[in-house]
């Protein structure tokens, strides 16, 4: 059993910094497509960057240049640096995994394909 609890969030202005941390706990005896997901109120669960085994990763349109996801195996740890943030980056923050297959990871838009959720942490950007 996998288990992920997400850290890091708070309140910036916009333009500012903020890097989000997910631990990573359980036996992970195979690869693992891990990915950062966000949740605004009123809206769906929207997905944000994704990472694979080889640390590949793929991001939404909408954090192209100003997020950077990475991963510290030998710490189990997953990070989402995010710069330049806006007023619609506000959202609930999840870390999400699930195996990796022989053909790579989901992209950001398959937000089913995730098997394991973190709680989640807030992030909230002010004009």
């Known amino acids: 059993q996998v288990q992920l609890v997400e850290s890091g969030g708070g309140s910036v202005q916009a333009g500012g910094s903020l890097t989000l941390s997910c631990g990573v706990y359980?036996?992970?005896?195979?690869?693992?497509?891990m990915a950062w997901f966000r949740q605004a109120p009123g809206k769906e669960r929207e997905g944000v960057a994704v990472i694979d085994a080889n640390s590949r990763s793929t991001y939404a349109d909408s954090v192209k240049g100003r997020f950077t996801i990475s991963k510290d195996n030998a710490k189990n740890t997953l990070t989402l640096q995010m710069n330049s943030l806006k007023p619609e980056d506000t959202a609930m923050y999840y870390c999400?995994?699930?195996?990796?297959?022989?053909?790579?990871?989901?992209?950001?838009?398959?937000?089913?394909?995730?098997?394991?959720w973190g709680q989640g942490t807030q992030v909230t950007v002010s004009s």
């Open positions: 359980g036996y992970m005896y195979i690869e693992y497509c």
């Open positions: 999400a995994a699930v195996p990796m297959t022989r053909v790579g990871c989901p992209p950001p838009t398959s937000r089913a394909s995730f098997r394991y």
